[in-house]
Structures are given as C-alpha cells and as structure tokens.
C-alpha cells in the first residue's frame, strides 16, 4: 500500500506542469524548484521506433540524465505516407481532421512510458513540410482552418501529459498562410489545454524571437544554431536578453555529434563531443535555461535497413552510448549542485584578449558574488578578475566536462587578478575553472 501511494505521489510530480520563473530566465517545476533542460532530438521516435526500441531509447536518456525529449508527431521522414513499426500511418487520406486511433495508441504509449521514467516530452504535432514544403516529403497538409481543428484534437488527447508544446518543425515562416498555420494550431490546442507552456523550432541559424517576439502565446525562446563547429550559439542568448519582451531561451538543435562538420565531411570533417559540450557550456554560460543534445544518428533512429540522410553513419543503437550524451549529463549535474539558475553571464570576468572562434572562453557569476565559473575550450593559461568575488579567501576546481571529475585546486587569497593554468590544453582540452567563497560551503562541483 505505502509502495502504491509513493508511485502515485512519483507520478503527480512528474506530471506537474513547467512554468517560467518570475524572472522569466529559466523554467521551474510546478512546486517551484528550478528545471533544468536537458534536450535530446528524437524527432523520429514515434514513427520509426517500436514499443521495445522505445522503451530501450528512453531508458538509455533517462538513466543519462536528460530530462527532456523532443519529437514529432507527423514526422519528417516521409510520416504521412510511410508507416510507423506496426503498419499505421497518421491520418485517414492525409487528412488532419481524420487522424489514426491506431497510429495515436502508438504515441500514448511512448509517451507514457517517458513520463513513466521523469522525462518531459516536447511535443511537436507536424514537421514544417507538413505547411511548407520548400525541401523535405511533405506533402503539405495544413490550413489555417484544419490546423486549428487538429490542433484542439491533439491537445485534448494530450492535456494531462507532462509535456511541452513546440510549434515549427525547421521552417521559416515566409507568408501570411504559414503564420496563420501556426497560430490557429496553438490557438486549437490552448482550446483544450491551458496548462503546458509552448516554444517555436525554427529553421537552422534562426531564432523563434525573429518570428514571434513578444506573442503572448510562446513562453519561452528556442534557436536552431545548427551544426558547424565553433557556432557562436552564446550570441542567442545576448540578443533574447536584448529584447523588450524577456522570455527564458534555449538552443533546441545545435551542434549533433557525429554530424558531418557544416554537412561536408569531406572537407570539414566530423562533430564531435567536444563541439557538442563546446555548444552546451556556451549556452549555459551565457544565460540558457537548458540546453538541448543531438546526435546526428539518434534524431532520424538510423539503421542500416534505412538510407542514411546526410551521412549517417552509426545505428542509433550505438550512437546512444557516444561520449556526448555522458557528458551532457555530467554537465547537468554539476550545474545542479552549484545553483546554475543564479548565474549571470559577465564577460568582463576574463582579463585576457579573447577573441571569437573556436577558443572563445565565456563567463559567468552569481547574483550573490559568491560564485564563478569560466569555460576555457582549449585549456588555455587564463587570467581572471577574482575581485569581482566578494570574498576574501576563494576555494577553487577544475571541473573536467570529459568524465566529470574535478582537480582541487585548494584554497587562496583572493586578489584584483589571478592567473589560472589548466593541466592540458588543445582542441579538446576544455575545463571549467568553478572558484567559490569558501564561506559559502558550495559542494564538490565533481559528479557522484
């Protein structure tokens, strides 16, 4: 009996809905305490993957730390006409109005079961080839009439999920139709559900502030940055921050690990993990209230039974278990333990040149001036303005991102300008240098 009320009390909270902070910086759980974003782009999850294969992909994230999982529902891989594992498409004749009970039972489940394991799902309802084609299957399908009509159909199937609503599906918006779209499909689902925040996926090097600013309906910002290394993906977060209307901000897809380097691997190579936690601790350090992972094989669940798109090397199988997706939860975690939420990017924290590109260190401080932290891509001897801590005596780390350990680096006097020298440097040699009031007691930033 006791073992069934705790399940119950388990499950309420995980479905308890996000909100943003009164701050409008990040997003905070329904009893207050600050959520932390840790995306994975799964859009291919409904319509490609089997109960089994499901269960076993959400498992893998959840045992990893994400919190998050973004998919679609009319998917991009030809989702209309293709059918999912179990021979169903979506729709009766391509029609929004006439979905698939079958298809949809799919989606329950998957569903459930991530909210089973505490994972949010970041629900979005159709690809943008569903209402621009421009490239991709398609066929188009919406109208600002029908979109409306499924949308109010879908949000009332999927009110009571924990889940958030995105809107997009990497297109820009290019007409007065494609608004209209996308407004009458949120304005159809907020018929049947008021209680889920929504986001906008734009197409790649955009930002939902360029299409939809100060809308009332979009509670928080989401860029596309990309995948080519050295992204300048911080610059996002200083032009959300810019804008008259605040709303949190977070980088949905950027660097994928093992994508081909700007989609020419033979010129440019391969991304790796170091571009992906590069993208991550730029975003976070910048003022993101999360940060989304990708994996170039997980987004389209390749296997060597399917034509690759773009390269495509490795079974999503396989690719699960990349060191980025590790690391992505290490970095979480540490974050977690020294109140991420409080930091304040400040520039002005590093004494050196700094020049943009790939060896571009970002900073950041807490409210209080107790804590900093500072990325250094390339592990660089670096110079720091420790004067703008306001303790007298500062304790400090290394935070390594590859394994998520630390190196002590004890305690000291703290004074206008202090040099800081990391134990390896090179492309893959980033560190996070965490220094802290000793008075404070932070925690060992190392991961347990």
């Not at 605040?246 to 690990?257: R, S, T």
Request: hydrophobic fraction near 40%; charge should be negative; glycine fraction near 6%.
């Amino acid at each position: 009996m006791i073992l069934l009320i705790f399940i119950a009390l388990l499950c309420s909270e995980v479905h308890a809905q996000l909100k943003v902070s009164s701050d409008q910086h990040y997003l905070l759980k329904k009893n207050g305490q600050p959520f932390f974003w840790l995306g994975d782009t799964a859009w291919e999850l409904f319509h490609r993957l089997n109960r089994e294969e499901a269960v076993q992909y959400l498992q893998n994230r959840a045992d990893k730390g994400f919190t998050v999982i973004q998919a679609v529902v009319l998917a991009e891989m030809d989702g209309l006409n293709t059918p999912n594992a179990y021979g169903d498409k979506p729709l009766y004749n391509n029609d929004p109005e006439k979905p698939v009970e079958a298809y949809f039972k799919h989606v329950d489940f998957i569903i459930n079961e991530a909210n089973n394991r505490g994972l949010v799902i970041a629900l979005l309802p159709a690809w943008g080839d569903k209402w621009s084609v421009k490239w991709g299957t398609g066929p188009k399908i919406f109208t600002p009439a029908n979109a409306a009509v499924f949308g109010q159909w879908i949000g009332e199937r999927y009110k009571n999920k924990s889940l958030v609503w995105v809107m997009g599906g990497d297109r820009d918006l290019e007409s007065e139709e494609h608004f209209a779209v996308i407004r009458n499909m949120v304005k159809g689902i907020k018929k049947a559900d008021s209680s889920h925040l929504f986001t906008f996926h734009p197409q790649g090097s955009r930002s939902s502030f360029e299409f939809f600013a100060d809308e009332k309906w979009l509670d928080f910002h989401m860029s596309q940055t990309g995948h080519k290394a050295g992204n300048p993906d911080y610059k996002r977060n200083a032009e959300v921050y810019a804008l008259p209307v605040l709303k949190p901000h977070i980088n949905g897809e950027p660097n994928y690990e093992d994508h081909p380097n700007d989609f020419k691997p033979m010129e440019n190579g391969w991304l790796d993990d170091f571009d992906t936690r590069e993208a991550a601790y730029w975003s976070l350090l910048t003022g993101a209230a999360g940060h989304t992972y990708g994996n170039h094989n997980i987004w389209q669940m390749y296997t060597e039974k399917r034509t690759p798109v773009n390269n495509a090397r490795t079974t999503w199988q396989v690719a699960m278990n990349h060191p980025g997706a590790y690391q992505m939860g290490w970095m979480k975690k540490m974050l977690e333990k020294l109140n991420w939420q409080k930091l304040r990017n400040d520039q002005s924290l590093i004494a050196d040149e700094n020049p943009e590109g790939l060896q571009y260190k970002v900073a950041a401080i807490s409210a209080d001036k107790d804590l900093m932290l500072v990325y250094i891509p390339f592990g660089t001897k670096t110079t720091i303005n420790t004067a703008a801590l306001s303790a007298r005596q500062l304790k400090g780390w290394w935070f390594n991102p590859r394994d998520g350990k630390t190196i002590s680096i004890g305690i000291f006097k703290n004074s206008v300008i202090t040099e800081f020298n990391p134990s390896s440097a090179g492309r893959g040699s980033d560190w996070v240098l965490v220094l802290e009031d000793t008075a404070k007691n932070y925690p060992n930033p190392e991961v347990d």
